[in-house]
């Protein structure tokens, strides 16, 4: 078919003017030369690392760089995305980011950005999202951010930022997230937050804002997430007591905080509410839950760490959802209702730390469910019924349990923790069935019989095996060789004989070794010191004999922290580089913080170590892990006290009594500045006591008694606070008439003796379980210490009831 001229012409003219319609659309994609220039002036303010976004650069249109959008017309930069780019310096308050004029959405998320929020930031009038959230900003909120009235989006989460919420934030109608949490956010949340009024998350979390929340806070009505806990609020009339206009609350979590008061009831009558924190505050009396129905939605209630009493009332049973229960630390009283076998659901339930009594309902066996179940800190007694077993979480410590039912089906448990119960007999040889067990802990109960071999089938994956305090005999068979994942051993005060296990020095992840108090043989387990990640060594009165330093063998331990090796028949000189190697207790690390911490939650090693009294804030315990120990006492070591003792500037007691150390007491312990406590008492030691030690400001307790010391005592402070024991039998030592007094100058009796050995002693033990800032306070090793004490003391006075040594429930 021909196409006339005219036709031709007219398709000719519309194509070019697609073209050209086409090719003008295109050019306004490119981006502008003004916000290119911006945008590199930018980023030249910082020393941009490998990170550095590498399409940054002048050949690529800047719409196409990585993080940067621009719009479709205009090719202005509307958004700017540089999450997780490590720009190591601060915003500058000219910063060529404030010319940006249209951006819309700035996320500087994890940037390694310091120094002051610039106020020009609220110059960028268009911005709808802003995020500067793990970042390492300090100084206040500039109030200027209130400008940003478009903006429905801000996070500065996790910073370091101080000073009041601004009440400016209240000029931002529009937002619809506020995260300012995990900052050092002081005074009270301003009453202009009410104004908020589309807020739907708000988190301030974990800063330490104070008093009432404002009135104009029920003025949040479509929240669905709030965030609170950590800080020192107290209660008000509007949360949490009046929570009726919260129809959209799904998730609430205001624990630690200063809420005191009876049950908030109205919080839990909010028809959308899944999740509910409350733990850690003062709440009183019983709780009443409202008339909810059935079909709640209610997944997670915690209510732990409050003064709630009385029994959990059977309405519990309306939350059909519940998937975790914690009421723990408390003071509920009465059984464990059957009423919670309804909550069919449940994965977890924590009721530890409370008055309950009787049995473990059979009922319970009906939640198909549940994984986790914590009793612990109980009146609970009875037989551990068999249902039990198939969970993958135990733990019943601290109650008055007498028998094991044997599984009712095929065991799954992963974590058992048993210890401080009534239990006795033979080990449970089901236990040796379980695979995957992590966690075994059958401490202070009265178990009897060998520890079987059949444990080696469960080696490979135990992390703690702990069965301290019982009465297991026999030999510890050497079953360790596989063990590359055990990181706490525990079989102290037993009857257990024989050679120390050596297939522990396949166990690179060993954290804690104790055998005290057993009958363990052999020489010095040197080749321990090889262990990587070995914290804790504790051999306390065994059999143990022979020198501790072998020519053929290298001196390792650079991780250890505490070493207890007293009462045993260790003899021997040690080298003057003998302790050269020992790291960790020589510099400061936190390395394998973590799981340290952990160790004073488990109830394990918790009880091992008696680190804390039940009912002592686990928080101060935690500050004490820079604690470091040595206590050689009750042996036969001979020659020098080595110079190199003098690098372990983190000691903060050292015990090396009643030993045969001889010569002088070395200066160099002048250098450990952080000594808490020094005993070096029933030596040999003779010259004078180093004036030095007179200096050591930490240093609450001392005893230089039986030696053959002489000379001036230091007039430091501290030794003007010891008593006149801690000098006793040194009779060429003068200027003790302002600690003696004049007339016991000389040598006391031995009636006197007596008396002040006993004072001391009990002293000693007062400083152990760790007053003020004291020789532990707070992280008590009572066990490698303490009873070592208690045990001396019984043999030379007789049993008398140590004050103060109140034992842990």
């Known amino acids: 078919m021909m196409i006339n001229g005219g036709c031709f012409s007219a398709i000719i003219t519309i194509y070019f003017c697609l073209l050209i319609h086409t090719l003008a659309s295109t050019s306004q994609h490119f981006c502008r030369h003004d916000q290119r220039d911006a945008l590199l002036e930018f980023i030249d303010e910082f020393p941009i690392d490998a990170s550095y976004p590498s399409s940054w650069n002048t050949s690529i249109d800047c719409c196409l760089w990585d993080g940067v959008t621009c719009d479709d017309k205009s090719g202005k930069v509307i958004s700017l995305d540089l999450n997780s780019i490590s720009l190591n310096s601060s915003l500058k308050t000219n910063s060529s980011l404030f010319r940006l004029h249209y951006l819309r959405q700035l996320n500087l998320n994890g940037c390694n950005l310091q120094g002051e929020i610039p106020s020009s930031l609220g110059n960028l009038s268009s911005l709808t999202f802003l995020d500067l959230s793990y970042n390492s900003l300090v100084g206040e909120i500039p109030a200027s951010i209130g400008n940003l009235n478009q903006l429905r989006n801000l996070s500065l989460w996790g910073n370091g930022l101080i000073g009041e919420i601004p009440s400016s934030l209240g000029n931002l109608s529009s937002l619809l997230d506020l995260e300012l949490q995990g900052n050092h956010l002081v005074g009270e949340v301003p009453a202009s937050i009410g104004n908020l009024k589309e807020l739907k998350v708000l988190m301030v979390g974990y800063n330490r804002l104070s008093g009432n929340i404002p009135i104009s806070f029920a003025n949040l009505t479509k929240l669905f997430s709030l965030s609170i806990s950590s800080n020192s609020f107290t209660s008000s009339t509007t949360f949490p007591y009046d929570m009726s206009g919260f129809h959209s609350l799904e998730y609430v979590d205001a624990s630690d905080n200063s809420f005191l008061g009876p049950f908030p009831k109205s919080l839990f009558s909010i028809p959308s509410l899944q999740g509910a924190n409350l733990g850690g505050n003062q709440f009183t009396g019983p709780i009443e839950f409202p008339n909810t129905s059935s079909s709640s939605k209610l997944q997670d209630i915690s209510l732990a760490r409050n003064r709630f009493n009385g029994p959990i009332p059977k309405s519990i049973s309306k939350f059909l959802y519940l998937v975790k229960l914690d009421l723990s630390q408390n003071n509920f009283t009465g059984p464990i209702p059957s009423s919670i076998s309804k909550l069919v659901n449940l994965n977890w339930l924590y009721l530890k730390d409370n008055n309950f009594s009787g049995t473990i309902p059979r009922s319970i066996s009906n939640l198909a469910n549940l994984e986790y179940l914590d009793f612990s800190n109980n009146n609970l007694e009875g037989e551990v019924p068999g249902f039990v077993w198939r969970l993958a979480g135990l733990t019943l410590s601290h109650n008055s349990f007498s028998s094991l039912e044997n599984p009712s089906q095929e065991p799954l448990i992963k974590q058992l923790d048993l210890n401080s119960n009534s239990l006795q007999g033979p080990f449970p040889y089901w236990i040796c069935k379980l695979k995957g067990l992590t966690l075994l802990d059958l401490s202070n109960n009265l178990f009897s019989g060998s520890i079987p071999p059949c444990l080696i089938n469960l080696i490979d994956s135990l992390t703690d095996l702990i069965l301290r305090n019982n009465s297991f005999t026999g030999i510890l068979q050497d079953i360790f060789a596989n063990a590359t994942e055990l990181r706490s051993l525990d079989v102290s005060r037993n009857k257990l004989e024989g050679n120390f296990p050596k297939s522990l020095i396949n166990c690179k992840a060993l954290i804690l070794v104790n055998v005290e108090s057993n009958n363990f043989r052999g020489k010095f387990p040197s080749w321990l010191g090889s262990l990587p990640s070995l914290h804790v060594l504790i051999l306390r009165s065994n059999e143990f004999y022979g020198p501790l330093y072998h020519r053929d063998v290298s001196i390792g331990f650079q991780s250890l922290r505490i070493i207890d090796i007293s009462r ?54 935690r500050i004490r892990q820079d604690f470091r120990a040595m206590d050689f006492s009750g042996n036969r070591i001979s020659g020098k006290i080595p110079e190199s003792i003098g690098f372990l500037k983190e000691l903060r007691l050292l015990n090396l009594s009643g030993n045969a150390f001889t010569s002088d007491i070395p200066r160099v312990l002048a250098n450990l500045t952080k000594l808490e406590s020094l005993d070096l008492s029933r030596n040999k030691l003779s010259g004078p006591i180093p004036q030095g030690i007179g200096k050591l400001s930490f240093l609450s307790y001392m005893n230089f008694s039986h030696n053959l010391l002489h000379g001036p005592v230091p007039q430091g402070t501290q030794f003007q606070r010891q008593k006149c024991s801690s000098f006793l039998d040194n009779p060429g030592l003068s200027g003790l008439e302002d600690i003696c007094g004049e007339s016991h100058v000389t040598n006391p009796t031995t009636s006197e003796q007596h008396e002040e050995s006993e004072e001391q002693m009990f002293n000693w033990v007062a400083a152990a379980i760790a007053y003020g800032p004291g020789v532990f306070c707070g992280l008590v090793i009572g066990h490698i210490f303490t009873s070592h004490y208690q045990e001396w003391f019984t043999e030379k006075f007789g049993r008398r009831k140590l004050r103060g040594t109140k034992r842990a429930r």
Not at 594 to 603: Q, R
Not at 610 to 615: A, R, W
């Open 568 to 621: 045993n028949d260790f003899t021997g000189t040690l080298p003057p580089h003998y302790f050269s190697n020992w790291r960790e207790m020589a510099t400061f690390t936190d390395e394998n913080y973590v799981y340290m911490e952990n160790l004073l939650n488990y109830s394990s090693v918790y009880q091992s170590m008696e680190m804390v009294n039940k009912g002592v804030d686990l928080s101060f315990a």
